[in-house]
């Protein structure tokens, strides 16, 4: 392999949060924590972490599915994904917990999709942290590479509390905060902070 082709190889991002810059223009991603469940040649999938959606409960699902609801559900809120088909379910939960079809993302987080996963959280045998997520965000190939190139998204490392924080009103704030940024310092061009 030639030392340019290894100098252009893309940064795959799986396993980080995307941070909306404070120019964003979609309002489904103003303010928004983005997890990235997977990133590759082939395009990105992610969660949104920051939305809840205030309509639906989790007791509402698990009675749509005929799964008896527990003590341990009540406290459990239904977050806004992403705008990516919007009635499929998604879990993502620490690593302690794996079933068929758990997609592994990192040594820290998992994401599973499946009715097993809402039957076991419900029982209070499911993963020790979770976030429960209709929807997802997605990007076709090169698409989100484009968007970092023009600087409408931050990166930063993920980690359980800023991914499963009780008050999500402030995770962006958070993020940015980790990533030591002055929020009167960004700039809208690309390449600059």
């Not at 599973?112 to 209709?134: E, F, M, Q, W």
Request: net charge negative; charged share 20%.
């Amino acid at each position: 392999m030639s030392k340019s082709s290894i100098n252009s190889a893309p940064e795959f991002l799986a396993g980080q949060v995307l941070i909306a810059m404070p120019q964003m223009q979609d309002p489904r991603f103003e303010r928004a924590v983005v997890y990235l469940c997977a990133h590759s040649a082939d395009g990105a999938m992610g969660l949104v972490v920051n939305r809840l959606i205030d309509t639906f409960q989790f007791t509402d699902l698990l009675d749509q599915l005929n799964i008896p609801a527990t003590p341990a559900c009540q406290h459990i809120r239904v977050h806004f994904g992403g705008p990516v088909e919007t009635g499929r379910g998604f879990v993502l939960h620490s690593s302690d917990y794996e079933l068929d079809g758990t997609l592994k993302v990192d040594s820290q987080f998992a994401l599973t999709a499946t009715i097993d996963v809402l039957k076991d959280i419900a029982k209070g045998a499911g993963p020790r942290r979770n976030l429960l997520a209709l929807g997802y965000a997605g990007w076709g190939p090169g698409q989100l590479d484009t968007e970092m190139r023009d600087n409408v998204w931050l990166t930063a490392p993920a980690d359980e509390e800023l991914l499963f924080a009780g008050d999500i009103a402030h995770t962006w704030e958070k993020a940015l905060a980790r990533l030591h940024i002055d929020l009167s310092l960004l700039s809208s061009d690309a390449g600059h902070a």
